[in-house]
């Protein structure tokens, strides 16, 4: 099993959007409680690639199993160095090392870039996201409880951050 980390296509919209849209519907990775269009997706990643962030995807023979991003933390110009990031990993294919790749990718990217930390923000249920990230030196520097509501529960987000530099 070959998988190729490459910078993302318009093309590969679709496959993301599969990604994401079942990360909604069946788990708390991401807080939104409705699907996106291809439109939305679509504008989110420009948006990103706009704002010169990367959006990257994980391929295995040519189709497309994962994508990572980045962009900014706050809308401040003081945190213009801090980015917060994201992993996604087709739920056929997690455990695989695709995310692996994904985030050295992302967190390259990131110091090639100048940044100087990453954050991920993380649903505390997940534990296999936090455990993850701290293989690769991520510390959880804070926990935010009761601040999101899905599924019919209170969910708390698990702030973890890198230092780059």
Sequence with gaps: MEIKIRPYKIDDTQEILAII?????????????N????????NILKEKINKNFPVIVATLDDKVVGFGMYSEFRFREAYKFTVEHSV??????QGK?????????????????KLHTMIAVIDAENQSSIEFHEK????TVGII????????????????QLILE
């Excluded at 996604?88 to 294919?93: A, G, I, R």
């Excluded at 509501?149 to 708390?156: N, P, Q, T």
């Design 136 to 139: 690769f030196g991520f510390k």
């Design 97 to 113: 090392g695709i995310g692996k790749l994904l985030l050295e990718e992302l967190i390259d990217l990131a110091q090639k870039q």
């Design 145 to 160: 409880k009761e601040s999101g509501y899905k599924f019919d529960r209170w969910l708390h987000s698990v702030f973890m």
């Design 35 to 42: 699907i996106r269009s291809y439109e939305q997706q679509k």
């Design 88 to 93: 996604y990993v087709n739920e056929d294919l």
């Design 21 to 33: 849209n079942h990360n909604i519907l069946h788990s708390t990775a991401l807080y939104d409680y």
